[in-house]
């Protein structure tokens, strides 16, 4: 499998958009990582929310503790505790939901902010790269075959330009029916050039 064309230039190309691709999915990476955590900050008042309705319900379970200890009037004295107490543990489990919340807001996010930009840059980068490997081998298996010049002869009088073609013979096709040789090898190189594929020695 050819990844590469055996042209510089062309080679050169597709090295360089190959590190931009991998330099901007991982900045999309980094992008939603840093999302992700940004969005994770806003979990400290749902811990907050959390520790003072668990300090509260302490507090009122202890009062309701102590005052229930009291002669005659403990047991109803305490009941406002107890029932305060029972509001706290909903004040906690607000700030639980809260915490749970935004640790899925912030995964939610994160791949949004990351899976987005690294969808493009592989639909965009990657169709390229697989059309240009898929059309290197093709034409390698031209080049291998018996006939294997015609072959390309024929794939360049019909995929490249006619001002491309005419540049090797004022009428490209009439010189490939009647098998001139050197007309043949040229525009086969051309088709070989075109797939960025070397001539095999």
């Given at each position: ?138 034409v390698s298996a031209l080049h291998r075959s018996e006939g294997g010049d015609d072959l390309l002869a024929l794939r360049a009088l019909s995929t490249l330009e006619p001002a491309v073609l ?36």
């Amino acid at each position: 499998m050819q990844l590469y064309s055996s042209s510089a230039p062309v080679r050169a190309r597709q090295i360089t958009a190959d590190v931009v691709a991998l330099a901007l999915v991982v900045a999309a990476v980094v992008a939603g990582s840093a999302a992700a955590a940004f969005i994770r900050t806003f979990a400290d008042l749902g811990r907050r929310v959390e520790d003072a309705g668990l300090g509260f319900q302490r507090s009122m379970s202890d009062a309701a503790e102590t005052i229930a200890g009291l002669p005659l009037v403990g047991e109803a004295a305490g009941r406002p505790f107890v029932g305060a107490g029972d509001a706290a543990s909903q004040v906690v489990a607000a700030g639980r939901d809260q915490q749970e919340a935004v640790g899925t807001a912030s995964l939610v996010v994160g791949l949004l902010v990351a899976g987005i930009p690294i969808v493009v840059v592989l639909l965009t980068w990657l169709r390229r790269r697989i059309a240009f490997v898929r059309r290197a081998a093709a034409v390698s298996a031209l080049h291998r075959s018996e006939g294997g010049d015609d072959l390309l002869a024929l794939r360049a009088l019909s995929t490249l330009e006619p001002a491309v073609l005419r540049s090797v013979a004022p009428n490209p096709v009439a010189a490939w029916r009647t098998g001139d040789a050197d007309v043949v090898g040229r525009l086969a190189d051309l088709a070989l050039r075109d797939a960025g594929v070397g001539r095999a020695r």
